[in-house]
């Protein structure tokens, strides 16, 4: 078999692998889910699994890793669009939302997977790799604090670099808890999550407005 038909066939048997222990995962917990749970689902030996990940917590750390790519993907096409850096902030904290409340399993298995690894006797192997692709994520923010203090849409009175990265993920954070927790937590019908994100969104955008604070 030529090289370039193997390693498409690895890299397809890899991300499939990732893709059915999400799922497995958000089904019936982290710790829950066996290899050889895994394996079965993926229509493979258990060997041939543990060819790709030795151990079960660098299989966790991939998903976790993969997850947050996705976001990184999104996030970079939001800050290379020819938006104002204020149109691109609010372009940010819609996709959130919509991220939040359209793909919870997504923010789901985050959510559970940061418990798990903060309750974790070690640190995970490979987390390192979840933290870098963190550290990605604030690194591709940067050109909307920087277009910001260019074009005059986001309030130079402020330290905006600082501001910015603490509203999105206080945004990010708080939409996860009232989402997550919505089915054990009382809300009238007019004050739903969506509701309350929406509001937090006007008062962060209004904050950074330089319009408000001339």
Known sequence: MPQGIRQH?????YESIIYTAEHLFLESGIDAVQMQDIAKAEGIGIATLFRYFPKKEK???AVAIKNLERTLAQLNTIVQSPKTAYERLEDT???LLTNQ?????????REAFESYASIAKEPLTDIELYIDIQKEITMALLPIIEDGKSDGSLRTDIPIKETVITLINT??????NVLLKSPITYTEDDFLPEVQLRILKDIFLSYVNPRYWS
């Open 101 to 109: 409340t359209r793909e919870k399993n997504s923010a789901k298995f």
């Open 9 to 13: 066939k690895k890299t397809s048997r």
């Open 93 to 95: 904290l819609n996709y």
């Open 59 to 61: 299989l966790i750390v």
């Open 171 to 176: 945004y990010g954070t708080f939409g996860n």
